[in-house]
């Protein structure tokens, strides 16, 4: 993560914590696309459970990086809407 906005200065490096709201995105995010996706293969494509489910845990790990990264950008525009700076 780079220190700061090359366009406006914004310091993305703030206080221990500051994250936290990024990573309960994160968490929602990424447990609805679990749930979603283990619902979908179990019941539309007549996967059984587990199967379904260790495919969903697998897609989930897979992209938990873009999740990451997509979560910390919402929170610093919430933030940025919340607390211009």
Not at 30 to 54: C, K, N, R, V
Request: aromatic residues 10%.
């Amino acid at each position: 993560m780079n220190e700061s906005c090359s366009e406006c200065g914004l310091r993305f490096c703030r206080e221990p914590g500051y994250f936290l709201g990024a990573m309960v995105i994160s968490y929602f995010a990424s447990s609805a696309l679990g749930i979603a996706l283990m619902l979908g293969l179990f019941l539309i494509a007549q996967i059984e459970l587990i199967p379904a489910a260790i495919a969903a845990v697998l897609a989930v790990a897979v992209l938990m990086p873009l999740f990451s990264r997509i979560s910390r950008i919402a929170w610093i525009h919430i933030d940025q809407r919340a607390d211009p700076r």
